[in-house]
């Protein structure tokens, strides 16, 4: 599966092709965000190369940092530390650049000779062409409501204001749909039990939720999806966030006390 800066359809402009040129050129189509593809610290953040990169992030993951050039703005600063899927900036042409795109590009240590293929590490096809961004939609239902609040896009994953629900409304549905193939998730009642995983989210049928109608849910799950980072978590009615669970390592909530706000994404 991808891993782009970019989410929904974005193009490669310029190709990866070693030394000569040591990343790869994104123009971002169905939004100008660009997302950080790894968790890290931010090391640079603003217009530290004016005749290359121009306004740029670098982030810092372990030993690898990762370039993100060009941006007309950042929407991090140093010492940020960020998950893979947040916002760190906006699509520019700014220092070296002809048009509007971001130069994606990881190296060992910054160092400028120790680059590695970013099409293998991200599975960017390395070739000129229009391609597309799985991605994770979902949203929840107040308890007794009959009316979904909006889907919500894993795209803001990192905004506080980023989440499927309203804060101090216990929820009693939950629905998720990937883009990128299958997704199945389950929910836990107050005082119940869990019940049975969804597939999916099922667009023809009033059944395709987890939940039942009038019963508060207290905690979520989603399965692991095979090569993908799944997060999740979800927040105590008007109270805050529980910590993210990753890959289905434990369920998001605590059972006894009902939930109102839900956050996920897959990358
Ligand atoms: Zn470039």
């Not at 100008?32 to 990169?53: L, Q």
């Not at 909006?150 to 998720?176: E, F, R």
């Amino acid at each position: 599966m991808m891993n782009s800066p970019f989410r929904g359809t974005f193009r490669v402009s310029q190709t990866y092709k070693g030394a000569s040129h040591k990343g790869l050129d994104l123009v971002g189509v169905t939004s100008n965000e660009i997302y950080s593809t790894t968790s890290g610290v931010v090391e640079i953040a603003g217009n530290n190369d004016p005749k290359g990169f121009g306004i740029y992030v670098r982030i810092r993951d372990g030993k690898n940092v990762y370039y993100y050039g060009h941006m007309k703005a950042t929407k991090v600063k140093v010492g940020d530390k960020v998950n893979a899927g947040c916002l760190i900036g906006i699509m520019g042409s700014t220092g070296n650049s002809t048009g509007p795109h971001c130069h994606y590009e990881m190296r060992v240590n910054a160092n400028s000779n120790d680059f590695v293929n970013i099409s293998t590490l991200s599975r960017i096809p390395n070739a000129i062409g229009s391609y597309e961004m799985p991605y994770l939609k979902y949203r929840v239902k107040a308890l007794g409501n009959d009316k979904y609040y909006p889907w919500v896009h894993d795209y803001n994953i990192c905004d506080s204001n980023g989440y499927a629900g309203v804060s101090g409304k216990q929820i009693d549905g939950l629905q998720m749909s990937y883009t990128g193939g299958n997704i199945e998730y389950r929910v836990h009642l107050l005082g119940g039990k869990w019940l049975p995983w969804v597939l999916n989210y099922d667009n023809t049928t009033i059944n395709g939720y987890a939940g039942i109608y009038g019963q508060v849910i207290d905690a979520i799950e989603i399965k692991p999806i095979a090569g993908k980072t799944v997060i999740l978590r979800s927040s105590v009615s008007g109270k805050d966030y529980y910590p993210w669970v990753e890959n289905n390592s434990t369920y998001a909530g605590s059972i006894g006390k009902g939930i109102d706000r839900v956050q996920a994404s897959v990358f």
